[in-house]
């Protein structure tokens, strides 16, 4: 920056000026951290992609989180069915996404709890999501639950997304 502004000090043409100037902003591009996406965050974002698609299944890399989450999903009915596989001897989940009538059942799938910043609710703090036509997604020390059932068990938890 300090040589860009003493060239341009010393009286430069505006098109050598410019070019410095693009270098030093395309060097500082690279330098940023390349964004890092977290098991939660691939969880909720995968299923969401994959249903604006069209496509019917996905598979998900395996952990005990995800399928957790997908077992919720799939009881609350917004997921067909889901299995876990092996890949090129890796564990993986088999999701089939649920359609009715050609349009994916999961209109949002939304990260609430972020790891920047972590969402806690108590259970008499939990909305209901779009009056009651979605669902809070909460992890409880009793495991992973629907806003209703942390309702009626009178637990509180982090809530990890909104599914409507």
Do not use: W
Request: net charge positive.
């Amino acid at each position: 920056m300090l040589l860009v502004l003493a060239l341009r000090g010393c009286g430069l043409d505006g098109a050598l000026y410019l070019r410095l100037h693009f270098l030093r902003r395309a060097a500082g591009a690279a330098l940023r951290r390349p964004r890092i996406l977290t098991e939660r965050r691939r969880a909720t974002a995968r299923p969401r992609l994959v249903a604006m698609r069209g496509k019917v299944d996905v598979d998900v890399p395996y952990s005990k989180l995800k399928h957790e989450l997908v077992n919720v999903l799939v009881t609350e009915g917004y997921i067909k069915s889901c299995s876990k596989d092996e890949i090129d001897g890796k564990p993986s989940l088999k999701v089939v996404l649920k359609y009715h009538n050609s349009s994916p059942v999961i209109k949002t799938l939304k990260r609430i709890s972020k790891p920047s910043l972590r969402k806690y609710s108590a259970s008499n703090e939990l909305k209901s999501v779009k009056n009651g036509l979605g669902s809070y997604i909460v992890s409880t020390n009793q495991g992973l639950m629907t806003d209703a059932e942390a309702k009626s068990k009178n637990v509180g938890g982090e809530v990890l997304c909104e599914v409507f």
